[in-house]
């Protein structure tokens, strides 16, 4: 069980009790069953994205160890939307819409899990009849200052933002979701962590087991810096085509190329430790980018795609001719002078200045084909400019 | 119109918006109809007492106007009861408890006000089946900031004690069957403030006329200090037998005697003031309460019920004999000594103590039938001592 459980672990951010998981799979082994594996879904954003991939990523964790998924769709609050009116993102959808949604949503799905053998079920299911009093029993179950732990609430409250008291009420009806499917444990963002903790208190107070709550890291969009959303427009969908979903990957800061490995990818654990190994050892971040986007587009689509797409990238976005297409690229800032040494100590950090000198003076270095074996010398910085060092290393200034 | 809203405004605490009443009254008469007056009442507390006979007599005022009463019973609610169980004073009630307790209540409604041309609504007719979903309009109508301008939920969340989220519904109810019979104006104590200008946000928001609220003072309990209530046993309850009700307005301290005169009477205005004089002027105030309590079981009771219960009083509780009927009782501290210039000023304020020296030097005064004609004579107090000033002043010194 050892090897199983630590690939369950992995890339968790928060759990609620911090040794929960370990605790449900015991019972689960002394029951004699598997876990049931809760995910929620609001049909009114069926647009999906690396960010969620990292939660469904689990998810498939769990369903690869034979643990029951079940999806719920939110409908029934997505058929009310915001009241309100204030939240335009929110208004309500129609049976049809929600149902469309929803398919859109399993399509997508689909590209990370099996699911063929998953249970879906609208909450619609035991909200549409509620009797009033039930409703009132139900959020009797919680106090105003459980929900007033929720930062947003709090936040808005003190600011004398308006909250709304229906707002207030959903995150119950989320919670209510994990008593009637009795879920073991619930997977989310850590953003949804006080959401799907509501739910393991609502399971208590039915007296039932709480679910521990299982939240993900949420994964940086294409600036590197705000969580990846559609409303920022800092997103890679799922169903980006491949082309798109290459170049995205290709335009992430460094800062974040770890996070998109570990998170986005679903390398081996011995191959993303590999690629840790190289970016530690200064190999060109581009050059990695490259395995984590054709990973990524295979993923999503499939190997000859993921070919077809990084020779697009290179050909259209790096404007490479075909004999510099095994070039690696050189960020520089334009029109400056460098010195080949530096240049040479830009291109391979790893390899010490002393060994670079003594390759330059060999001979061994070429700009635009021809030798220079002057370390000192002022080069000007030219996008397309190329720099081969020995037999193995070819760099090309990039634009 | 003049006199006729005078009454309607008399003995208001607060009304909310503090014209509402005079404009409500012309919108009225503009739309050629009667006000429809709202009062609700909670089946979980059915025994009314005379801080509630307050605002059942502003009920009245309006109901001799010829306008339209509404008593909203507050079944939905109560048939839930506390589903926290944690206040035992609100267990769910069957349907046949509810039938019982409004039955009860009726029968105390008409003590004050014509039951014959009232309407009764239970709000389990619109509670009942409401589906989730418009609840949750419902409550969408409604902030947080609102709810917590409610005194009580403010301090406890504060403080941090529980506020459950059904209790931060209830007052939304309450306010939604303003909505329901389309109310002008809904009655209550002032510590109903909160609840019922919720029925007024809630008619804007359902793009009606919102509601006026009035207020009545809430009148003091037998100790003189806390408000009048059940729980404190401090009550006059309505059903009080003539001989309790009569002996328990008795026993009200000085200080609120004219809250009782103005509050729990029918006395007319004119009748209230001349006491209020008679008050101020120094009158024992031992007389001024036998006239209340005269009036308030003559009111809840009837005539003869009043006469026998001051009988009763005089007999039992003064220990008088038929021919100390018509003395007035002095309290004073039992086995003290005081003077008979003294005693007489006690026994008649309003008189100037060179006047009763006068008196008590011309012979007029007596004391156990013996003639006493010296001003600084030390009389012991001694319960049953009468004292005479000229014919009229008949005095013994009470128990």
Redo the contacts between chains.
């Keep these: 069980m050892k090897e199983n459980i630590d690939k369950l672990l992995s890339n968790i951010a928060i759990m609620e009790p911090p040794l929960g998981l370990q605790d449900k799979l015991a019972l689960a082994r002394q029951e004699n069953r598997k876990l049931t594996i809760k995910l929620g879904f609001d049909p009114t954003a069926p647009d999906l994205h690396l960010g969620h991939a990292v939660v469904l990523q689990k998810l498939k964790d769990f369903q690869d160890e034979g643990h029951r998924i079940v999806v719920i769709i939110g409908d ?2 997505a ?2 939307g ?3 009116g204030r939240n335009k993102l929110r208004p309500p959808l129609t049976p049809e819409q929600i149902n469309k949604n929803s398919q859109t949503y399993i399509n997508q799905l689909a590209k990370v899990i099996n699911i063929e053998n998953i249970e879906i079920r609208k909450n619609s299911e035991w ?7 039930n ?3 139900l ?7 459980q ?2 732990h929720r930062d947003d ?1 709090k936040t808005r ?1 003190e600011s ?1 933002a ?8 959903y995150p ?1 009806l989320q919670g209510y979701d994990s008593v009637m499917i009795d879920a073991d444990i619930e997977l989310g963002g850590t953003d949804q962590l006080f959401n799907n903790l509501v739910g393991r208190t609502l399971q208590e107070a039915y007296e039932k087991k709480g679910q521990i709550v299982i939240t993900m890291p949420l994964l940086e969009g294409l600036d590197g810096i705000e969580k990846m959303s559609k409303s920022k427009n800092n997103y890679i969908g799922l169903t980006d085509n491949a082309n798109d979903m290459y170049g995205k990957v290709m335009s992430i800061p460094d800062s974040v190329i770890i996070n998109y490995l570990t998170l986005a990818t679903d390398m081996e654990a011995e191959k993303q430790s590999a690629i840790v190994s190289q970016l530690e050892l200064g190999l060109n971040p581009m050059k990695i980018k490259k395995d984590i986007a054709y990973n990524i587009v295979k993923r999503y689509h499939d190997d000859i795609s993921a070919k077809e797409a990084t020779e697009h990238f290179e050909r259209v976005v790096q404007k490479r001719t075909p004999e510099e297409a095994d070039h690696d690229v050189l960020i520089l800032p334009k029109g400056s002078y460098i010195t080949l040494l530096d240049l040479c100590s830009v291109a391979l950090p790893a390899i010490s200045r002393s060994e670079l000198r003594r390759l330059i003076r060999s001979g061994a270095v070429r700009v635009d084909k021809s030798k220079e074996d002057d370390e000192i010398k002022n080069i000007e910085v030219i996008p397309g400019t190329l720099i081969w060092i020995g037999k193995r290393y070819k760099f090309r200034i990039g634009s």
């Design positions: 029934f609050t058929g009310i915001d009241p309100t909200f549409n009849n509620m009797p009033f009093s409703v009132i029993k959020i009797s179950k919680i106090t105003l200052a929900i007033m609430f409250f004398k308006p909250v709304h008291l229906h707002e207030i009420i119950i």
